[in-house]
């Protein structure tokens, strides 16, 4: 009875050794599992986040129709700009994507006109003398509201007056003008005249007639 029962101990021992591998090698393939499973969540996280932002890039744009101060793609990718300098009016007008309207002839003392652009985005025409010497600077730039230019130094007087329908700041003396800003639309204007200030008459007519 005893070797009988001897062989029954070890045969239950031998059938759970048995047994333990199997329970053993099932819990690897269960957390594999787990990690695919996880591994997919975050897969299409990535993908809907993705999704997510290009729409909003897109609806940004077209809300504010277009108007990014520095154009980007559709990832965000900033495109190269640089001022190019042209010869005449129709090239400058195809480079700038808009047009400029400004007076005839608005600085006597500077004849010469130069017509710079940066690319899609600023359109500006510099008036020089026979010296080479800028006195007049005329700019329309597409700037989502902001200013074209920061006006850094102090002025004597800075006043804000509504000419028409446009809303002035004038930098200057209170005779004179050196920097006149507004906004339209989406467009920013600046007239500058900082080295040849213009006399306050003159310098609101000038603005009335520039578009």
Same mark, same amino acid.
């Given at each position: 009875?005893?070797?009988?029962?001897k062989?029954e101990?070890?045969? $239950?021992?031998s059938?759970?050794? =048995?047994?333990?591998?199997? $329970?053993?090698?099932?819990?690897p393939?269960?957390? #594999?599992?787990?990690?695919?499973?996880?591994?997919?969540?975050?897969?299409?996280i990535v993908i809907? %986040?993705? @999704?997510?932002?290009?729409?909003?890039?897109?609806?940004s #744009?077209?809300s504010?129709k277009g108007?990014t101060?520095?154009?980007?793609g559709?990832?965000?990718q900033?495109?190269?700009?640089?001022?190019?300098?042209? =010869?005449?009016?129709?090239?400058?007008?195809?480079?700038?994507?808009?047009?400029?309207?400004?007076?005839? #002839?608005?600085?006597?003392?500077?004849?010469?006109?130069?017509?710079e652009v940066?690319?899609?985005?600023i359109y500006?025409?510099r008036?020089?003398?026979?010296?080479? =010497? $800028? %006195?007049?600077?005329?700019?329309?730039?597409?700037m989502?509201?902001?200013?074209?230019?920061?006006?850094d130094?102090?002025?004597?007087?800075?006043?804000?007056?509504?000419?028409?329908?446009?809303?002035?700041?004038?930098? %200057?003396? %209170?005779?004179?003008?050196?920097?006149?800003?507004?906004?339209e639309?989406e467009?920013?204007?600046?007239?500058?005249?900082?080295n @040849?200030?213009?006399a306050?008459?003159? &310098?609101?007519? &000038?603005?009335?007639?520039v578009?």
């Amino acid at each position: 009875m005893d070797q009988e029962e001897k062989k029954e101990e070890v045969n $239950e021992v031998s059938e759970e050794t =048995e047994k333990a591998p199997a $329970e053993e090698t099932k819990q690897p393939k269960h957390d #594999n599992k787990k990690k695919g499973l996880s591994i997919t969540a975050i897969i299409l996280i990535v993908i809907v %986040g993705g @999704a997510f932002t290009i729409i909003q890039y897109y609806k940004s #744009n077209s809300s504010s129709k277009g108007c990014t101060v520095v154009p980007q793609g559709a990832f965000g990718q900033s495109q190269q700009q640089q001022w190019i300098e042209v =010869e005449d009016i129709p090239t400058a007008d195809y480079l700038a994507t808009f047009k400029l309207s400004v007076p005839e #002839n608005p600085a006597p003392a500077y004849p010469t006109a130069k017509y710079e652009v940066y690319t899609s985005q600023i359109y500006e025409i510099r008036y020089y003398n026979s010296s080479d =010497e $800028e %006195g007049l600077r005329i700019t329309k730039g597409i700037m989502c509201g902001q200013p074209v230019y920061d006006v850094d130094q102090k002025y004597k007087s800075t006043n804000i007056v509504t000419l028409g329908d446009k809303e002035v700041t004038e930098y %200057g003396d %209170g005779d004179t003008i050196s920097i006149a800003t507004w906004t339209e639309g989406e467009y920013s204007y600046c007239i500058g005249a900082w080295n @040849a200030p213009i006399a306050k008459d003159a &310098m609101e007519k &000038m603005i009335a007639e520039v578009e």
